[in-house]
C-alpha cells in the first residue's frame, strides 16, 4: 500500500511568518509531486508541482523536493490570513496509469 | 472560460434510491476522475478514466458506476448498494502524460447527503 503522510495540524503561524508543511511518501520510485490547497467545503486547488530535486519558486510558494529521503515540503513566505486552508500533498506514483495518491492535509492558521 | 463543472452542488437521496452525479470538462482532458471524500479524510479514488469507452476501478467502487460516453462527460452514479454515501464528491480531469506533466485539475465538488 503506497501512503502519503502529512502532520494534520492545526499548524498556526502569526501573519508575515513562514509556514512550513511536510510531506513523506513511501514508494521511492515516485515521480511527480503536487501541493494542493482546499478551503473549508471548497474543492482542491492547484498549488504548485514538482517533479526534480531541488527546490521551485513562485511567488511566496516555495516547494521543496528530496526523492532520496522521500519527503516534499512546501513553504509558504510572508503568510496571509487568507493562506488560512487545508494543504493536501499528493503523490503521482510509478508506472501504470496515472495514480495519484493525496495525503489527508494539513491545516494551516495564520494568525493575524 | 475553460474548466470542470459539476452538478448538483448539494444532492439528498433517499434510502434504496440511485442518484446520479454530473461531471463536464472542455479542457480537452483525457483522463477523468471520481473521488470522495469524508471528513478530515484525504480524496480516496473511485473511478477513473482514460479514454472514451473505458473505465477502471480505484480503491473504492464498490456501490458506484460510471460511463464514458464522450470525452468531455463523466457521470457518477451512486446505487443503493454503497452503504455509507453521504461524501463530498470529486470530480477531476488531466491530461494523459508519460512521466511528469499530469496535473489534476477539481471541479468545484458536489456535497451528497443520504436522508
Known amino acids: 500500500q503506497k501512503e502519503v503522510e502529512q502532520n494534520s495540524g492545526p499548524l498556526s503561524v502569526p501573519e508575515g511568518a513562514i509556514a512550513s508543511l511536510n510531506c513523506t511518501y513511501s514508494d521511492r520510485g515516485s515521480q511527480s509531486f503536487f501541493w494542493y490547497r482546499q478551503y473549508s467545503g471548497k474543492s482542491p486547488e492547484l498549488i504548485m508541482s514538482?517533479?526534480?530535486?531541488g527546490d521551485k519558486e513562485d511567488g511566496r510558494f516555495t516547494a521543496q523536493l528530496n526523492k532520496a529521503s522521500q519527503y516534499v515540503s512546501l513553504l509558504i513566505r510572508d503568510s496571509q490570513p487568507s493562506d488560512s486552508a487545508t494543504y493536501l500533498c499528493?503523490?503521482?506514483?510509478?508506472?501504470?496509469?496515472?495514480?495519484?495518491?493525496f495525503g489527508t492535509g494539513t491545516k494551516l492558521q495564520v494568525i493575524p | 472560460d475553460g474548466g470542470i463543472t459539476q452538478s448538483p452542488k448539494y444532492l439528498f437521496r433517499k434510502e434504496g434510491q440511485n442518484v446520479t452525479l454530473s461531471c463536464e470538462q472542455n479542457l480537452n482532458h483525457d483522463a477523468m476522475y471520481w473521488y470522495r471524500q469524508d471528513p478530515g479524510q484525504g480524496l480516496r479514488l473511485i473511478y477513473y478514466?482514460?479514454?472514451?469507452?473505458?473505465?477502471q476501478k480505484g480503491d473504492i467502487a464498490e456501490g458506484y458506476s460510471v460511463s464514458r460516453e464522450k470525452k468531455e462527460s463523466f457521470p457518477l452514479t451512486v446505487t443503493s448498494a454503497q452503504k455509507n454515501p453521504t461524501a463530498f464528491y470529486l470530480c477531476?480531469?488531466?491530461?494523459?502524460?508519460?512521466?511528469?506533466?499530469?496535473?489534476?485539475?477539481f471541479g468545484p465538488g458536489t456535497r451528497l447527503t443520504v436522508l
Open positions: 478514466s482514460q479514454i472514451v469507452n473505458d473505465f
Open positions: 514538482i517533479y526534480s530535486n
Open positions: 499528493a503523490v503521482k506514483w510509478a508506472g501504470g496509469y496515472q495514480k495519484v495518491t
Open positions: 477531476a480531469s488531466s491530461i494523459l502524460a508519460r512521466g511528469s506533466g499530469d496535473t489534476q485539475y
